[in-house]
């Protein structure tokens, strides 16, 4: 294919060709670490003669078919921008020079999950049907087809993913035209290569992530990971990658033997007994899994673990990073000649170990083995021929009931939901004199509308009515914890320009609750006014409070990936979703007002696109999420502004009023910023998160055009606000 088809000169893959960018040796003048590595890789996507020769690409015709070299100059544009590059996550591309539909994928595992620091091959071919079928990904990083890498990661190199059609998941999930390379390459890093190994299993998606099965799965991964996507790619590059490999692993050595070593500490510490049962991942790895149990897994991640130290002592220097290495205990070294014949025995005894290995079972363990059934299949030959073996040797075996896997995990977990949850003690503090407090504000705004804050009303006076939620009451404990949660409000609800809080009580059932929230200065959600719904639960504060949007452009806006257009709320603190421990619910310290400025100030910002999964470290000015931004900023003017204006909750009504009429002109000055950019971004939107959540707004855009949108929109706003008084 002729290189015209994206400029006249083809770039040169500068990762490839140059050595790694050093540090000083001064001091003061000693770049980072990550902008060394982000120097060096600044090019993530590099083009290289030939690369049909190294790939599993096959020839389906003579030259690109009509449409297709615009769509893949597209693609390229979109992967040069978007690309991650960073010490704890990036992803590089390769493509053939003479024919773009030949790619390498090159995906470095990210920081803290068991695929950390890898370096995984994916062969890409594309179809002259692209984009209307999807690419062929297929994984190369197998170790010759030893090492089964995950539930969606097979040995014989096939990658199952919805989004590439090579698994049946929703139909939002599956390939469409619209779809593109980069979001293939990100779901793989992203949402294949995570902790949550076992769950990709079909039937397993509802295990925790620390149950044994998952354990074992993960430790597993770590011990390939360092055996074939670490030491294997730097032993036998693949051709034309070899100055990336290079390059990548001189620069972080030291960042992965730090991790490596947790990895040793972890798994030092580890009371798991892999020899208890068979394993999901004994499946696909029984070797490996066959080993963990006879050696038990620190022996085992510590061979290998020493095996890449020396690997990188060799070709970096010897580092200063010491790892937690297993070390031999119990054995002699023998002075004696070894005898070949007791060699043999030993070999046969090996093999018989794989094919047959022995089932420990605590209850029936003789108190002494004979040696000659101890389990010998992975001391290697060297100490089978050095070691003076214990006539009676112990074997080293302490079960471990706790850790044991619940055959009706699921069942159980479903039940939970109803037990009778015990009273959680209340240790939230009242407000009292003592505590600090802010000074009250001498801005107008706050003059108008801190006194209404917060509101006790009837329900005639509100409509508190949600179908989504019961009418029951909360109990004692939640009662009295409720009102100590209102004195607090009552002080601490922010009121001012940039950004405020407003709160209805039912005052005939204080588990009823209506939320106004104030977008923040300098973000999307500026000056809009966005209506919440909130129930406590009876059990309050055991369980978090269940919470609904209700500005949503009538069903037909999603706000961010947080906020669904159906009225859901996913946030970890009110436990939607699944994040941190520390970033749940917590009966003890956890509050409403926690919740109300997490929505504002963590939710409701600049990075909309970045609360989707995959997308957290993309920058504010990426172009996905600047589209995303738009939509937002629209739909703000729309429903969160004129909408409110035109039909206003009873019970918000006069700070609605009050809130706009105060604000007027910085609105009208913010609408027409947020008009001129949304006109400079990139058309037709072609993000696959950014179109499955707002496909009404981008038929919109996309049939009347941006401008004529926004200056409709703004042309109703003001003149709703010109007749405020």
Known sequence: MDAEVIGSQNPEPIEAESAPVEASSSQQDTPSLESVFKENFKDRLFFLDNLKAVTSFTEQSQGIVDGLATRLNKEIKVLTRGLPCEIASSIFVAIDSNDFRCMEGIIAGSSGTPYAHGLYFF??????DYPSSPPLFTLKTTGSGQAYFGPNLYSSGYVCLSIINTWSGDPEEMWTPNKNILQVLLSIQGLVMDDHILQKEPGWDCYDVNCVDSIIYQNAVKYLNIKYAMIENMRNPTKGFEKLIENYFRIKHDVILKEVNEWLVKAKSETIDYASGESMASNYNPTLCQEMAFEGFYKVLSRVAKELKEEFDNRYGVSDTQLDLWIEENTQLAIETPNTEEVQENEIAIQDAYQNPPVLSPMLLPETQPADIIPLAFISKEEQVSMELVPEQQLDYVPSDDLKILDNYAEEQVSEQFMQVEPVPVLFREPSSSDPEAPESTHIYFQELGNLRLQFLEESEANFINYMYDRESIGDIGLARINKEIKALTRSLPCEPSGSIFVAVNQSNLSMINVLISGTEDTPYDHGLFLFDLKLPQDYPSNPPQMNIKTTGYGTLRFN????????????????????????WNPTYSTL????????ALVMNNDVLQKEP?????????????QYR?????GNIKYAMTDMIRNPPAEFKDIIRKHFLLKKDKILETVEKWKQEALKIEMPIVNDIVLAHNPTTIQEFSSTGIAECFDRAIEELKAELINLK
């Open 123 to 128: 062969d890409i071919s594309i179809g002259n």
């Open 561 to 584: 990936p947080n906020l669904y257009d159906s009225g859901y709320v996913c946030l970890s603190i009110i436990n939607t979703w699944e994040g941190d421990p520390e970033e749940k």
């Open 593 to 600: 007002l926690q919740v109300f400025l997490s929505i504002q």
């Open 614 to 626: 995959g997308y957290e470290g993309y920058d504010s000015d990426y172009m996905d999420n600047l």
């Open 630 to 634: 738009a939509i937002v900023t629209y």
